[in-house]
């Protein structure tokens, strides 16, 4: 039985009580079953009692006992118990407990897919650095994190766009330019500058490219620098998220907002909301109106748009686009930003609490990383990976909460052993391949036989539980945004798989013949190995077969 089965019971039983008369409330179309936190508390456990007392005019331990009476007539609940304030804490028997392997190994890929998102339409904005120099350790974080949450968004129904914001506009882009153009001519790096090596790569290919680039205008000569420069930048920025297992649906210019006339657009639209002011010779987004600390300039005196001017074009484009919930991953040094953002959204017309989400990834701390020989002052992303792999990089990032600074030990994540979380992971998964060539040798062949009713093991009801539980973490993970949850599930399935492994054989012995319990337990094998490879999927990691 499958915890979708099961609420599906539990609401029959609802049903039926209403029907009898004996409750008279509304049966939730949704009702959700969970693990429960203490081991003897049964498989499963509900609080649709408490949910529903209020509503039936009635004790939630009263409502419990007459939900229990319908449901424990159900076939494959052994019991049901009722505890604390009207917890019903449910047991399977072993053949429903059983019968979720072959069901999960079935279902594939797809096992751990849900709908508890499904309607939300999300624009996801992460990583958005600058084009002006390679990603560092600064960005990984958001880049394994954003990535890991569309996964999990998506997996729970949600139409979600990846977005990647290119800072390609205003002074900081002048700099760039002026910088590789210098680089071209043999000279040293401008003041405001970027200095490096990578800068001279730059130079070098804006030369291939343009061999006449010191022989034209100076004005020419420096818009043909910025612009060589930065599509080889540029370039190399999704090359290394690419390698790192990161891809977006849109790359959308910053400078397309101006050149297009969006900011200017975007002005006139919030001043006919009612929201701008001229004061002062600029023109002001009152946005103090909104729970800001303070109002936005959108332009200067000297008539040149903000930053901000862009930031409200930009939301407009996004609502424009036809995204109802706009999330903005941000680092750590943007902690102004969510004021302001959310000021935008309001000025906007839209709620600020259910249209937009801003979140904070705090910094990353890595010991051993050495800094990066092209640009000299920073930890290269690229060279992270190189040093210690996307795995333990993408799995390390994951498995903690994005709100909390955060230290590794770089040759920590480079051991192959249980105590780095990513390889035991990972040897979980790699092992039940194994047991799966080794079982397949012996002429175990799991489609000849399944008797659920044969996991009996205590270490099998508990695997099973755990397998269970795979659909609700992954749903609660997209909910909170919190891709640590499904890091810290899978460490759990992997210490019942092993614990399970060492005490259940899944070959026969040499001289032992081939039953039913060897097929079966292959199928509970199989059905690890699945989720195994499901969760770390959803974290953009690696499933081995050998380790």
């Keep these: 039985m499958t915890p979708e089965e099961l609420s599906a019971a539990i609401r029959a039983a609802l049903t039926a009580a209403v029907e009898a008369g004996e409750l008279t409330v509304q049966v939730p179309t949704e009702l959700r079953v969970e693990r429960p936190k203490q081991k003897g508390h049964g498989d499963w456990t509900s609080n649709v009692s408490m949910q529903l007392a209020k509503p039936a005019g009635m004790k939630p331990r009263d409502v419990a006992t007459i939900v229990a009476q319908h449901l424990g007539a159900h076939e494959g609940i052994a019991g049901i118990e009722i505890a604390g304030p009207g917890f019903l804490n449910i047991t399977l028997d072993a053949a429903s407990a059983g019968a979720l392997a072959r069901a999960i190994a079935e279902a594939g890929a797809v096992y751990g897919h849900n709908d508890a998102m499904t309607g939300h339409v999300v624009n996801l904005e992460f990583i958005s650095a600058n084009p002006t120099g390679p990603l560092h350790i600064g960005h990984t974080r958001w880049a394994a994190l954003g990535d890991s949450m569309r996964r999990l968004l998506t997996a729970s129904g949600a139409e979600v766009t990846a977005e990647y914001y290119i800072n390609d506009a205003g002074a900081q882009m002048d700099n760039f330019g002026a910088s590789v153009l210098a680089r071209a001519k043999g000279e040293p790096t401008p003041e405001g500058g970027y200095p490096g090596p990578y800068i001279d790569d730059l130079a070098q290919t804006a030369l291939a490219a343009r061999p006449d680039l010191l022989e034209l205008p100076d004005a020419e000569a420096l818009a043909t620098a910025r612009e060589l420069g930065y599509e080889a930048q540029l ?285 079966t337990r292959l199928w509970l094998n199989d059905a690890t190995r699945q989720v195994l490879a499901n969760g770390l999927d959803l974290l953009g990691v690696s499933a081995p077969e050998r380790m």
């Design 235 to 519: 370039a190399d920025i999704r090359s290394t998220l690419e390698d790192f297992g990161v891809y977006f649906d849109v790359w959308f210019s910053e400078k397309t907002l101006h050149e297009g006339g969006a900011v200017e657009s975007a002005i006139t639209r919030l001043r006919e909301q009612g929201h701008v002011d001229d004061r002062d010779g600029a023109v002001w987004l009152r946005t103090t109106d909104f729970g800001d600390d303070k109002d936005r300039v959108l332009i200067r005196t000297d008539g040149v748009p903000t930053y901000f001017a862009a930031d409200a074009a930009y939301y407009l484009s996004k609502k424009d686009r036809g995204f109802p919930e706009k999330i903005y991953l941000l680092g750590a040094d943007h902690h102004g930003y969510v004021s302001r953002l959310k000021a935008i959204a309001a000025c906007a017309g839209d709620d600020p609490k259910a249209n937009i989400e801003i979140r904070i990834g705090q910094l990353v701390n890595l010991d051993g990383a050495k800094l990066s020989k092209r640009a000299g002052n920073i930890i290269e992303l690229r060279d992270l990976v190189s040093w210690i792999g996307t795995d333990a990089v993408r799995y390390s990032l994951a498995r903690y909460p994005a709100d909390s600074p955060l230290s590794l030990d770089g040759e920590e994540l480079r051991k192959q052993t249980n105590d780095n979380p990513v390889f035991y992971v990972q040897y979980a998964h790699a092992r039940t391949a194994n047991v799966a060539r080794l079982a397949a040798e012996d002429g175990v062949v799991r489609e000849e036989g399944f008797d659920p009713a044969l996991l009996s093991d205590p270490t099998e009801a508990h695997l099973l539980a755990a397998l269970g539980d795979f659909p609700r973490i992954v749903a609660h993970a997209a909910e909170l945004r919190e891709p640590h949850r499904v890091a810290r599930y899978l460490e759990d399935l992997a210490g019942h798989f092993h614990k399970w492994y060492d005490t259940c054989r899944v070959r026969p012995r040499s001289d032992e013949e081939i039953t039913d319990l060897h097929r």
